[in-house]
C-alpha cells in the first residue's frame, strides 16, 4: 500500500533529505575516520559505532527517498467549517462529557502521545468531513465503537512540534 501523503510531508521529507546528505552525512564520515585512527578496528568500538551510525543515516535517506517516488499524493485543503488534513479538532466524548484535541495528519506524522492522529485511524476516519456540532460514531472494530461531538476545528497549522524529521 502506497502512503498517502500531502506536499507539504513531501516538502518536510525532502529537506531533512538535504539535511541529512549535506550536513550531517559530512560529519558522519569524520567521526568514522577520527575513530579509525585510532588503532585496531577489531576491537575498536567507536568506529564500530560511528559506522553504523553512518550506516543508519544512509537507510534513513533511502526510506524518504523511497516514500517520495512511492508516494500517493493527496490534497490537504478543505471547506472552512470541515474537518480537513492538518486541523486541529476539539471533540467531546459522549460518554464522559471529557474532551480533548487532536491534530488530524498522515500516517507518517501520527504520534498519539502527541495528539496527532492519522486519516486511517478509527477517529481520523470517522471525523473527515465533518462540521462542528456533528456528533460522530467512531467504530474501533466490528463491536467497538463510542461517539464524539465536534467542538471546534482549528484550521490553523502550526507544524513547527509535528515535523517529520528525526535526528
Known amino acids: 500500500m502506497k502512503d498517502r501523503l500531502t506536499a507539504s510531508d513531501i516538502k518536510k521529507m525532502e529537506e531533512e533529505i538535504e539535511y541529512r546528505k549535506v550536513t550531517l552525512r559530512q560529519e558522519l564520515l569524520e567521526h568514522v575516520k577520527v575513530a579509525r585512527a585510532q588503532g585496531d578496528l577489531s576491537e575498536n568500538f567507536e568506529y564500530k559505532a560511528a ?3 553512518k550506516n543508519r543515516n544512509e537507510s534513513r535517506i533511502r526510506y524518504l527517498e523511497r516514500m517520495i517516488r512511492t508516494a500517493d499524493v493527496i490534497d490537504d485543503s478543505s471547506a472552512d467549517d470541515e474537518v480537513g488534513i492538518n486541523n486541529t479538532i476539539t471533540v467531546e466524548f459522549c460518554d464522559d462529557h471529557s474532551t480533548a484535541a487532536y491534530k ?20 481520523g476516519k470517522a471525523l473527515m468531513g465533518h462540521r462542528v456540532g456533528d456528533q ?16 471546534e476545528i482549528d484550521k490553523t497549522s502550526d507544524d513547527s512540534e509535528d515535523a517529520i524529521r528525526q535526528y
Not at 488530524?104 to 477517529?123: C, D, H, M, Q, W
Not at 467504530?139 to 461517539?147: A, G, M, N, Q
Open 104 to 123: 488530524i495528519v498522515t500516517t507518517v506524522r501520527a504520534n498519539s502521545l502527541k495528539g496527532l492522529i492519522s486519516i486511517e485511524s478509527p477517529l
Open 51 to 53: 559506522k553504523m551510525e
Open 136 to 151: 460522530v460514531t467512531v467504530h474501533v472494530d466490528e463491536k467497538i465503537s463510542y461517539d464524539v461531538v465536534i467542538r
